[in-house]
């Protein structure tokens, strides 16, 4: 698995996974302003807390403005995206396992 590795998602954001534990694991992303994380859901609750950086999330289409130093809860299943406002860092923590994000880290082999 590339774990600790850090993966280019597009020209504005990029991700590295942290080791994870048994139930919990963390991912951090690095935005550049005006870099997106696309509108999904899944049924993994999720805490995210801002390293650096202002960010706007949608959040079952309710708008949260993020400043560095807070932290947001999303809960499981719920519909959110988020948007940077200016060049950022977020902490993502998620339980259980992301499986899909660590399997598609497995698939993809070597990372940048």
Same mark, same amino acid.
């Given at each position: 698995?590339?774990?600790?590795?850090?993966?280019?998602?597009?020209?504005?954001?990029?991700?590295?996974?942290?080791?994870?534990?048994?139930?919990?694991?963390?991912?951090?992303?690095?935005?550049?302003?005006?870099?997106?994380?696309?509108?999904?859901?899944?049924?993994?609750?999720?805490?995210?807390?801002? $390293?650096?950086?202002?960010?706007?999330?949608?959040? &079952?289409?309710?708008?949260?403005?993020?400043?560095? !130093? =807070? /932290?947001?809860?999303?809960?499981?299943?719920?519909?959110?995206?988020?948007?940077?406002?200016?060049?950022?860092?977020? $902490?993502?923590?998620?339980?259980?396992?992301?499986? &899909?994000?660590?399997?598609?880290?497995?698939?993809? !082999? =070597? /990372?940048?």
């Amino acid at each position: 698995m590339a774990i600790g590795k850090w993966e280019e998602v597009d020209q504005l954001v990029k991700r590295k996974i942290h080791p994870p534990g048994d139930q919990v694991m963390m991912m951090e992303v690095q935005f550049q302003k005006g870099g997106i994380g696309q509108e999904h859901s899944h049924p993994h609750e999720q805490l995210t807390y801002c $390293l650096k950086g202002v960010f706007e999330f949608k959040v &079952d289409y309710n708008t949260i403005v993020l400043n560095e !130093g =807070e /932290t947001l809860h999303i809960p499981s299943n719920a519909v959110h995206s988020v948007v940077a406002l200016e060049d950022g860092i977020l $902490l993502d923590t998620f339980t259980p396992l992301r499986k &899909d994000l660590l399997n598609s880290e497995q698939s993809k !082999g =070597e /990372t940048k």
